[in-house]
């Protein structure tokens, strides 16, 4: 396993135009999270997946923004109409649960571009 | 609500000397404490956690509760040591899951 790939690497986009990132998290992982990572800052929690059912999302996620796992294995997290503020680093976590403890493996991220 | 702050932006020494990145927590119960550690070019990847008391690749993170701090230290630090580094918190409970992460500080080791 290589663990928890992200794709696109990189995209740019103008702005009003939607875009999806895909996540694959470590097999077997039944946790998955979306953080955004603006310039100096560190990672900030978007939403939060346990199996296919979505139990947390930030005050940072808009109504234009909407992350899926239908099946309880991939992610993909849409935004819709970006905006240039949307512009950031997009990763995605994965963990599992073992006795009481997790560690979360992050993917390389996406970059987002809004121009 | 849960908050990190790390002080340092930007921490630079030179190879050999001692090294200490400072963070400091906001929590009203018993958090978990990290810290993660992004190399140029490299994934973020997990450096260390409170729970474990380990020491890896030679740096040690001991939790305060008193002074609500998780500080990682290293006595010789090497230049492969320069990265950006993370503390990071989870709460316990119904939040036992998100990571709160500081705003990271830049470790650089001169030769």
């Known amino acids: 396993d290589t663990g928890v790939s992200q794709d696109p690497r990189h995209k740019i986009t103008k702005r009003g135009q939607n875009v999806t990132f895909r996540c694959d998290p470590i097999s077997e992982h039944n946790r998955l999270y979306w953080y955004r990572q603006t310039l100096g800052q560190g990672p900030e929690f978007l939403t939060y997946?346990?199996?296919?059912?979505?139990?947390?999302k930030s005050r940072l996620l808009s109504d234009r923004f909407s992350a899926e796992r239908p099946k309880g294995s991939f992610s993909t997290l849409e935004i819709q109409r970006t905006e240039q503020g949307d512009s950031a680093m997009y990763l995605c976590a994965s963990s599992k649960l073992i006795g009481g403890g997790e560690t979360q493996y992050f993917g390389p991220g996406t970059r987002l571009l809004v121009l | 609500a849960q908050r990190v702050t790390q002080p340092e932006k930007l921490l630079s020494v030179f190879k050999g000397a001692p090294v200490e990145l400072k963070c400091n927590y906001s929590?009203?119960?018993?958090?978990?404490l990290f810290w993660y550690v992004q190399y140029s070019r490299q994934r973020l990847q997990l450096l260390l956690r409170h729970i474990s008391r380990e020491s890896i690749k030679g740096f040690t993170a001991d939790l305060n509760k008193g002074e609500t701090s998780f500080h990682l230290k290293k006595p010789f630090a090497q230049e492969e040591d320069s990265a950006m580094y993370y503390c990071?918190?989870?709460?316990?409970?119904?939040?036992?899951?998100?990571?709160?992460f500081g705003k990271g500080t830049l470790l650089t080791v001169n030769p």
């Open positions: 997946f346990q199996n296919e059912a979505q139990l947390e």
């Open positions: 929590y009203s119960g018993s958090p978990e």
């Open positions: 990071a918190l989870r709460g316990s409970g119904g939040s036992n899951y998100k990571l709160t």
